[in-house]
């Protein structure tokens, strides 16, 4: 913070602190600056929990994750079946 606010540290500014991952000392982190930082948001493994969203809905849908899987698997390492899909469907 000292490198944003040179000499004078703007503690009511700061209003998230966001991190991908939860190991214990990360935690303890978040929430001794929270104590600094009274306006602050602390929110711990943001983008794993989106994960576990995107994967529960998943596993709701196993027909279209398994058509996506094998339309994955055809066009993986083909070139040539790429370009003909995009000059076959343009738009999509």
């Not at 943001?46 to 027909?63: D, K, M, N, Q, S």
């Not at 994955?72 to 076959?88: D, G, T």
Request: charged letters at 20%; aromatic letters at 12%; proline letters at 4%.
């Amino acid at each position: 913070m000292g490198i944003i606010w040179p000499g004078d540290i703007q503690y009511n500014i700061v209003l998230l602190f966001l991190f991908d991952a939860a190991p214990y000392n990360m935690v303890k982190a978040g929430t001794v600056l929270k104590n600094i930082y009274t306006k602050m948001i602390h929110v711990t493994c943001c983008a794993h929990g989106l994960h576990r969203i995107v994967e529960e809905i998943r596993g709701h849908f196993g027909t279209v994750d398994e058509l996506i899987f094998n339309m994955k698997k055809i066009f993986r390492k083909a070139p040539y079946r790429v370009e003909m899909f995009k000059s076959e469907a343009p738009d999509i």
